[in-house]
Nanobody, 115 residues
Framework: QVQLVESGGGLVQPGGSLRLSCAAS????????MGWYRQAPGKQRELVAV???????NIADSVKRRATISNDNAKNTVYLQMNSLKPEDTAVYYC?????????WGKGTLVTVSS
């Protein structure tokens, strides 16, 4: 059974940085893509950044100049580095993985940007 475990959320001051990690485990052969979505209070879940197995990235315009997505294939882990955080970045950040044509989700990690 595929499991995604996120870490790295918390309280960050405006202008600060954070790094989220998501490790995938379970009985799978390969991962087609991994990435991050977020859901702010009262809003729909939205894409933040995704990374395909071919190395292509898709990053939301709202974070494009402030976010970097990377991975460690040996660890089945994806990372999201975000800089110059803004209060509007406050949300629950969810890890997503595409494996065997299916999408899997982590439980989410809360990021709060506030002074």
């Amino acid at each position: 059974q595929v499991q995604l475990v996120e870490s790295g959320g918390g309280l960050v001051q405006p202008g600060g940085s954070l790094r989220l990690s998501c490790a995938a485990s379970g009985g799978f052969f390969s991962i087609n893509g991994m990435g991050w979505y977020r859901q702010a209070p009262g809003k729909q879940r939205e894409l933040v950044a995704v990374l395909t197995s071919g190395g292509r990235t898709n990053i939301a315009d709202s974070v494009k100049r402030r976010a970097t997505i990377s991975n460690d294939n040996a660890k089945n882990t994806v990372y999201l580095q975000m800089n110059s955080l803004k209060p509007e970045d406050t949300a629950v950040y969810y890890c997503n993985a595409r494996i065997g044509g299916l999408h899997y989700w982590g439980k989410g990690t809360l990021v709060t940007v506030s002074s």
